[in-house]
């Protein structure tokens, strides 16, 4: 990669508005206030906890996202392994200290938000391999150095998470930044000897799972061997969503929804109470508000002058449509349940706080798309 030393010159404020990506702003709302109907619809047509605490979330992190945009591109590229250092730093205090709930242990408790480091490393793994591989050369990418050092760093907080334990956010931090490493160009002998080492690994893999994640993957082949127990989730999921046909029940009419057959329907399982109340028509146009914003971020990635900016736009779009096909397979039963948030849609701070934090950087990449990084 050749690397240019020449900056952008500078932009007054109202030329830093002017150059918002309004239609990703304007999507990222609009799936946000869909989500806010939603979460309203789960608490029964009421405005109870999770409605305003999501709504209160939203707003809050919807305004940080467009605060956070100004912050050049190059400061957060200066940031990004201190970025990671830290959300390591507090993976291992978790570990430790971390506060337990339904027996796991993954929080931070700061008082006005229990945080989850893990759903921020989604973020700060990818802002790390950005940087990293800017540096490198093309013709240097392939080098053992180059594709070993990233993978230590992938492995650190992987660790960290399963110890949680949280094997679905592990995945997805992994396939975060092997996301990043593949785009910067490693060959592909490298991920067929990593899968290979995989498939070796996969049997002393499984004997270390947690009674309760066998449990998933034994449902997922066979959700009716435990039709009241490990199985209930996913049968009733795929009820709902079918039963919602082409136009859905109607809004706050989700019979599996509102008598409660449908545990966690505002956390991981929004999309199946969103697919039964709106159906095929509903879900369709979530679809497309989602393709619209990946395509956004695939544009701005591809005019972004900097290879950091590059890497970061593309290496976050893969990582967001990870999360959104993991989720409806999730729900769908195509895939075993692995705990895997539905971007902006589904109720949790720590998660949505990430989401926004990488729209923000995004939008940074926008607003200094010609700006160099040296």
């Not at 989602?290 to 002058?305: A, C, D, H, P, T």
Request: glycine content about 6%.
């Amino acid at each position: 990669m050749v690397l240019n030393t020449q900056f952008s010159e500078e932009k007054t404020f109202l030329e830093k508005v002017k150059s918002f990506d309004f239609v990703l702003l304007i999507t990222v709302f609009l799936i946000g206030v869909i989500s806010c109907f939603a979460m309203y619809s789960t608490d029964g047509g009421e405005f109870k906890y999770h409605t305003n605490s999501h709504i209160l979330k939203f707003s809050i992190f919807f305004v940080m996202f467009m605060i956070f945009s100004f912050i050049r591109i190059r400061t957060w590229y200066t940031l990004a392994y201190t970025f990671y250092l830290i959300i390591l730093l507090m993976l291992v205090y978790v570990m430790f200290f971390g506060i337990s709930a339904q027996g796991s242990q993954r929080w931070v408790n700061l008082y006005f938000l229990n945080l989850q480091p893990s759903e921020l490393m989604k973020i700060a793994i990818i802002v790390c391999f950005a940087r990293f591989y800017h540096r490198v050369q093309s013709e240097d990418v392939n080098k053992l150095r180059n594709f070993f050092e990233p993978i230590i760093l992938l492995v650190l907080p992987i660790y960290l998470v399963i110890s949680q334990p949280d094997l679905g956010t592990s995945i997805l931090i992994a396939c975060s930044g092997l996301a990043v490493i593949w785009l910067a160009g490693i060959k592909a002998r490298y991920f067929i000897y990593s899968f290979l080492t995989l498939l070796v690994c996969a049997p002393f893999v499984i004997s270390i799972l947690k009674p309760y994640q066998k449990n998933r993957i034994l449902s997922f082949f066979d959700p009716e061997r435990d039709p009241l127990g490990a199985g209930y989730q996913i049968i009733q999921s795929k009820i709902a969503v079918g039963s919602g046909g082409l136009y859905g029940k109607g809004y706050l009419k989700g019979t599996q929804s509102y008598l409660d057959y449908l545990p966690e329907k505002h956390t991981d399982f929004i999309f199946t109470l969103f697919s039964e109340e709106f159906g095929f028509l509903g879900s369709l146009i979530l679809l497309i508000l989602y393709f619209v914003m990946l395509l956004r971020i695939l544009i701005i990635g591809y005019g972004s002058k900097s290879y950091f900016a590059k890497f970061y736009c593309f290496g976050f779009a893969s990582a967001v449509f990870l999360y959104i096909a993991v989720n409806m397979s999730m729900v769908l039963g195509l895939l075993p349940i692995v705990g895997s948030p539905l971007p902006i849609m589904s109720y949790g701070g720590s998660a949505l706080l990430s989401t926004m934090i990488g729209f923000s950087i995004v939008m940074s990449c926008r607003i200094y798309n010609k700006e160099m990084i040296a």
